[in-house]
């Protein structure tokens, strides 16, 4: 029995796109931590019990936010230098044979 092949969405195929997304799910658990601990914050009037819940929540939620901002914006920084990379050596690949094109109808070779 012939076992069904399954292929990656296009999305999927760009090697950085499995970090962006682990980084864009850091980011919104960040969000969900502030959500979180603000709600826990409103649920009582003692402010004892307030400030724990906004302090792990509302910090916490902040520094997830924030590395996860960081680190997404460093992995496609490094996305788009990587496919600069890959079109400055299709340039020089192509201009390379131009070289070689005139080189060989001159008779330079």
Request: glycine content about 12%; cysteine-free; overall charge positive.
């Amino acid at each position: 029995m012939k076992r069904p092949s399954y292929s990656k969405p296009g999305f999927l195929e760009d090697p950085a796109a499995s970090s962006l997304l682990l980084f864009s799910a850091v980011v919104l658990a960040g969000f969900v931590a502030i959500g979180v601990g603000w709600k826990v914050a409103a649920r009582t009037l003692f402010v004892g019990l307030q400030t724990p819940a906004l302090v792990s929540g509302g910090m916490g939620g902040i520094a997830l936010v924030l590395l996860g901002s960081a680190l997404f914006s460093i992995q496609a920084s490094r996305r788009l230098a990587a496919l600069e990379r890959a079109e400055t050596e299709g340039v020089l690949d192509e201009a390379a044979a131009l070289v070689e094109a005139v080189k060989a109808k001159r008779g330079l070779r």
